[in-house]
Every structure is written in structure tokens, then in C-alpha cells.
């Protein structure tokens, strides 16, 4: 029974990467662009290393998952409500200036 079921689950992964592997790694190709773009404008320069991309979806340290306590139901109350807020507050993004240099422009022409 055990053989029949890694067998079958060695197939399912084969399948699920046949069908669906093309479109996974587009996706994810996508998520990097999407973070090299958002990086290179919030701070004006390309990212050294991937690290901070896949910092993001760790999981937290130990260290801090004991710092992290469940709020007491008191508390809970008004963390709904700055919960709230934040979903309906829009961040404002600062867009860098574009315009290239003059010199650059004039040897151009």
C-alpha cells in the first residue's frame, strides 16, 4: 500500500509539473520582475542579490515568534479597527525624475 502511494504521489508531482510547471515559473518570473522594478524605484538602484526577495516569504525567527504573543481580547478589539484602516488607506508611491541630463541630450542631437 505504501508503494502504491508513493508511486502515484511521484506521478501526481509529473503531471502537476507537465501541466502546470510552464505557467508556475512564469508567475514567479513575473513576482521577481515585479520586485527588481519596485526596489530600483524605491531606492534608484538595482538590487546585488535575490536575498531580499526571498527574505520576504521566510518564516519569522524564533526570537521573534516569541516576541509576536496572540493580543488578549481587549486588545484584539482595536486591532480590527487599525486593521481596517490600513486595507483602506492608499500608499503614496514617490516617482523618481526621469529626465536625463543635458550634456547626454545635447551629444545626441
Not at 44 to 61: I, M, R, V
Request: proline share 6%; aromatic share 6%; with cysteine.
Amino acid at each position: 500500500c505504501r508503494a502504491n502511494y508513493e508511486r502515484d504521489l511521484k506521478q501526481l508531482k509529473d503531471v502537476v509539473r507537465d501541466e502546470e510547471g510552464f505557467l508556475m515559473q512564469h508567475q514567479l518570473r513575473e513576482e521577481r520582475i515585479a520586485w527588481i522594478t519596485d526596489h530600483t524605484i524605491s531606492t534608484n538602484t538595482l538590487p546585488d542579490s535575490f536575498a531580499e526577495f526571498y527574505a520576504k516569504d521566510a518564516p519569522p525567527a524564533a526570537d521573534e515568534e516569541g516576541a509576536k504573543e496572540k493580543p488578549s481580547s481587549a486588545s484584539k478589539a482595536g486591532g480590527d479597527a487599525s486593521k481596517k484602516k490600513k486595507e483602506g488607506a492608499v500608499e503614496e508611491i514617490e516617482h523618481p525624475d526621469l529626465t536625463p541630463p543635458q550634456a547626454l541630450i545635447s551629444q545626441l542631437k
